[in-house]
């Protein structure tokens, strides 16, 4: 399989989308996707059912504050989902939505200045059609931009975030099924490794395993982005890993990889109990869920850049606290 239609259909949608007017929002989605479109979103959005709703709920309110939007896509590929269920074909999208903040969507202040809404998005493709939709998006990131803390200063650095650094990430063409087959074996030995917390070596050496020696994170604004296997340690593996316990298996609804990216996400991952510390958050003996996605260049037999969608306004909502209402004054439904 090369993947081809899909793509094509994913970016016939983008198209339709990205140029619809208002009240065309709606129309250009039921073009493309299935009128019960399945579409998981960042908090406060969640699960929303149908095409239709996902324009009037996410879409149009987006569009109407962050205007003149312009999709600006680092990363595009496609693959079989290596799970049977849902198994399919999936098509993934990373990159920002830019546009000028003009409106104060969820209650963010708007600046009128260009603003940056970091995304990734993953689309199941049936029978010509996009039948599923997880779209992560990091809305701290986007208050950041216009002057508000959400989060204590952490350790990592907070950036609006560039695409790959060998900027071949756009794979609108067919790729080597070896590729595609030796990129997921990493991130599936890199899971093995990491995702589980069951490896008896120093942490600088496990990462070394499947990590180069100068690979980036670029983590979620609240916690951030890191260079080099030392400072990646140092300032978001170790500390995350010290400030959890009763962490779950991983579960992930898509895991894929075409060329050399590749990527998963879940709903939620993993779950977890914090016991103080990480994000200056207090212990709250409660168990959270974590809903990621994650992207990942190879190069050679070693990942070398990773971007990282964390939910962090669903998993501190489900602890007590409501960072969106905490900083901008107004709740959320």
């Known amino acids: 399989m090369n993947f081809q239609s899909e793509k094509q259909i994913v970016r016939d949608f983008y198209a339709d989308l990205d140029g619809a007017a208002g009240g065309d929002i709606a129309a250009a989605m039921a073009r493309h996707c299935h009128p019960d479109l399945l ?13 239709e709703q996902v324009a009037h709920r996410f879409w149009q309110p987006l569009r109407e504050n962050l205007t003149r939007m312009q999709r600006r896509v680092d990363v595009f590929f496609a693959g079989a989902n290596r799970f049977d269920d849902p198994g399919g074909v999936w098509v993934c999208s990373m990159g920002h939505l830019m546009g000028l903040h003009d409106g104060p969507w969820l209650g963010i202040r708007p600046t009128g200045k260009m603003a940056f809404l970091r995304y990734c998005a993953f689309h199941k493709v049936q029978d010509g059609k996009i039948t599923e939709t997880a779209m992560y998006f990091d809305i701290p990131q986007l208050m950041m931009q216009a002057g508000l803390q959400p989060f204590p200063v952490q350790t990592a650095a907070q950036l609006v975030q560039p695409g790959p650094l060998t900027h071949d990430g756009l ?11 030796q990129t997921l074996a990493t991130i599936e030995a890199m899971i093995t490794d990491l995702g589980q917390w069951q490896n008896d070596l120093p942490l600088e050496e496990e990462l070394a395993r499947t990590w180069a020696d100068d690979m980036i994170w670029w983590g979620p604004a609240g916690i951030g982005a890191a260079y080099t296997i030392e400072r990646y340690a140092k300032q978001h593996s170790g500390p995350f890993r010290a400030g959890f316990e009763e962490r779950s298996k991983t579960n992930h609804i898509c895991r894929m990889a075409e060329g050399h990216y590749g990527g998963f996400f879940g709903w939620p991952n993993f779950t977890a109990k914090p016991t103080g510390g990480f994000m200056g958050m ?52």
């Not at 998981?40 to 095409?51: C, L, M, Q, T, V």
């Not at 794979?171 to 087959?181: F, I, R």
Request: charge should be negative; charged fraction near 25%.
């Open 39 to 51: 579409w998981r979103g960042y908090h406060p959005f969640g699960e929303i059912h149908g095409a």
């Open 171 to 181: 794979l609108y063409d067919a790729q080597p099924q070896v590729e595609g087959a």
């Open 282 to 333: 207090p212990a709250t003996g409660k168990t959270g869920e974590f809903r990621v996605i994650d992207i990942y260049r190879r190069e050679g037999d070693k990942l070398a850049e990773n971007w990282v969608f964390i939910d962090l306004l669903h998993f501190w909502n489900q602890q007590g606290v409501d960072i969106l209402a905490r900083t901008t004054g107004i709740e959320t439904p």
